[in-house]
């Protein structure tokens, strides 16, 4: 069952769930693919050196290796998600860490990329925001910039619906509403049915 489904809240809509990019393990791979190269090219071009030292370069090839696999179980432990409502990195191997960035309190999105990045198709993610840190940085995440127009778009939508709030004021609609009974254009029990109608939304 995915991560997403403990994390959401009963009126919270899921927009986007991702692992990381898989460059997050490209690291450790090349760390042991050089110690397994030189190792091998030792035990070829150098045999007349005694057999003992080969315990330093396995004991680095192990150590790699431990190395890689935390890597990789937090790779596959770690995830960033989207939602209608908040902003979501968890991660962890054996604990698990929880970062939550309500929508309403981003003031800011941006991404970086270097060449390199922007060819396998990943970046880093800052988010400024209005709360207890201020600023969260996300690295190896896949299509930064789709995040980035996605909370974007979240932010927007909310900022809209918001309005639409504001912009209808039951009490104004009282007014209006006394306004037109005393000209007339409505009856007094219509006026009285409408009225209960709007202070029950105060």
């Known amino acids: ?44 071009y150098v045999s007349f050196l005694p057999s003992w030292t080969i315990l330093f370069p396995l004991a680095l090839l192990v150590f790699l290796l431990g190395r890689f696999g935390l890597r990789f179980a937090k790779y596959k432990t770690s995830r960033l998600i989207v939602s209608n409502e908040r902003l979501i990195f968890v991660s962890g191997v054996l604990g698990r860490r929880s970062q939550e960035i309500p929508i309403s309190q981003i003031s800011n999105l941006s991404f970086s990329q270097k060449l390199s990045s922007r060819i396998l198709g990943c970046g880093l993610l800052e988010v400024d925001h209005s709360g207890e840190h201020g600023k969260a940085t996300f690295q190896y995440v896949r299509r930064p910039e789709r995040i980035v127009r996605l909370v974007t778009s979240q932010i927007s939508r909310r900022s809209s619906i918001q309005g639409v709030s504001k912009a209808y004021s039951p009490l104004d609609e009282l007014t209006k509403l006394a306004h037109l009974m005393q000209s007339g254009s409505i009856t007094q029990a219509e006026y009285d049915v409408a009225k209960s109608r709007l202070l029950d939304q105060i």
Not at 5 to 14: A, C
Not at 26 to 36: K, R
């Open 1 to 44: 069952m995915a991560l997403w489904r403990f994390e959401l809240n009963e009126d919270e809509d899921l927009v986007i769930d991702q692992k990381p990019h898989w460059s997050m393990l490209m690291t450790p791979i090349v760390e042991v693919a050089v110690v397994v190269a030189g190792a091998v090219l030792g035990i070829i």
